[in-house]
Nanobody, 120 residues
Framework: QVQLVESGGGLVQPGGSLRLSCAAS????????MDWYRQAPGKQRELVAS???????NYSDSMKGRFTISRDNAENTVYLQMNSLKPEDTAVYLC??????????????WGRGTQVTVSS
């Protein structure tokens, strides 16, 4: 069994910062790409940023320059540093990862999400 657990969400004023964390635990052989998605009420889930197993990041255009994704492979953890937050960044932020439970088996896992609310 593998779990992804997000933390670090909360209420922040416009222009503020938050750092989200997502830790993977359980029967892990190795972890491939790790991603952050977000879903606002009434909107489709959208990709925020992704990072390869080798640490190569990719960002959605609207997040470039404000958000930074990183990972600690020794801790099986991915981070999302969010700066200059705007009210439209308000959403549930979800962690996703492709995790190998053996040399032959890879599965897609999701965390339950952490709420980020940007409001004055």
């Amino acid at each position: 069994q593998v779990q992804l657990v997000e933390s670090g969400g909360g209420l922040v004023q416009p222009g503020g910062s938050l750092r989200l964390s997502c830790a993977a635990s359980g029967n892990i052989f190795s972890i491939g790409a790790m991603d952050w998605y977000r879903q606002a009420p009434g909107k489709q889930r959208e990709l925020v940023a992704s990072i390869s197993s080798g640490g190569q990041p990719n960002y959605s255009d609207s997040m470039k320059g404000r958000f930074t994704i990183s990972r600690d492979n020794a801790e099986n953890t991915v981070y999302l540093q969010m700066n200059s937050l705007k009210p439209e960044d308000t959403a549930v932020y979800l962690c996703h990862a492709n995790i190998w439970t053996s040399a032959q088996k890879m599965y897609s896992y999701w965390g339950r999400g952490t709420q980020v609310t940007v409001s004055s």
